[in-house]
C-alpha cells in the first residue's frame, strides 16, 4: 500500500497563493505517477494535474494552466502544487493521488489522500 497525506491548505483571498504537499510512505515514490485532483461542494472530483515518473511530463488542467506548477522531490516522497493568482473557483478540497499510470483520469488512479481543503475568499 502506498499512503498519502496532503498538507498545505486553508484560507486565502483572491490573487493569492499557496503552496500544497502531499508526503508518501509505504512503496517505491520514484515508480508512480502522482497528480493533484479537487472536488467543490456539489461537484464532481476533477484532474488538476500530474507528473510522470522521473518528472519526464506533466500536465494540467485547463482551469489552472498557467496558474499552478506540480513538482516532486523523490529524495522526500514528496509531490507538490504551488498554485499563484487563486481565485474563488480554486475553492474544494484537493486530493493527492498515485498510480503507475500516467494519466488524467481519476478512475486509473488507486491511492487517494484524504484531502486539504483550500477556501479562496474574495
Known amino acids: 500500500q502506498l499512503q498519502l497525506v496532503e ?67 523523490d529524495g522526500k516522497n514528496t509531490v507538490y502544487l504551488q498554485m499563484d493568482s487563486l481565485n474563488t473557483k480554486d475553492t474544494a478540497v484537493y486530493y493527492c493521488a498515485a498510480d503507475i499510470v500516467y494519466s488524467s483520469r481519476k478512475r486509473d488512479y488507486d491511492y487517494w489522500g484524504q484531502g486539504t481543503q483550500v477556501t479562496v475568499s474574495s
Do not use: N
Request: charged share 25%.
Open 7 to 73: 498538507s498545505g491548505g486553508g484560507l486565502v483571498q483572491a490573487g493569492g497563493s499557496l503552496r500544497l504537499s502531499c508526503a508518501a510512505s509505504g512503496r517505491t515514490f520514484s515508480r508512480y505517477t502522482m497528480a493533484w485532483f479537487r472536488q467543490a461542494p456539489g461537484k464532481e472530483r476533477e484532474f488538476v494535474a500530474a507528473i510522470s515518473r522521473r518528472d519526464v511530463s506533466t500536465d494540467y488542467a485547463e482551469s489552472v494552466k498557467g496558474r499552478c506548477t506540480i513538482s516532486r522531490d
